[in-house]
């Protein structure tokens, strides 16, 4: 069983900053890959960043340039270093780790996630 908790959310006006964190617990043996996806009211969840284990990132092209994704892996842990930050930004983000916690087994986990409003 793998616990993601989230943390790092809130209100900003618009041109602020944010930085998420993630932090996955539990019984894990390896984590592939870390990322973060957002869901606005009326719209369909969607990927906003996310880093395999050696690094390689991917970025949503509405974020490129704006946010940087990191991992430590020691810790498991996953940031989301938002600036610049718009008003079309505001949605719930969500922590995704896909990660291996029974012997050949990969899944995607995720947390509960946390409100980023961008509102002046």
């Known amino acids: 069983q793998v616990q993601l908790v989230e943390s790092g959310g809130g209100l900003v006006q618009p041109g602020g900053s944010l930085r998420l964190s993630c932090a996955a617990s539990g019984s894990i043996l390896s984590i592939n890959a870390m990322g973060w996806y957002r869901q606005a009211p009326g719209k369909e969840r969607e990927l906003v960043a996310a880093?395999?284990?050696?690094?390689?990132?991917n970025y949503a092209a509405s974020v490129k340039g704006r946010f940087t994704i990191s991992r430590d892996n020691a810790k498991n842990t996953v940031y989301l270093q938002m600036n610049s930050l718009k008003p079309e930004d505001t949605a719930v983000y969500y922590c995704?780790?896909?990660?291996?916690?029974?012997?050949?087994?990969?899944?995607?986990?995720w947390g509960q996630g946390t409100q980023v409003t961008v509102s002046s």
């Open positions: 880093v395999t284990s050696d690094g390689s990132t």
């Open positions: 995704n780790a896909r990660a291996v916690t029974t012997p050949g087994f990969l899944r995607d986990h």
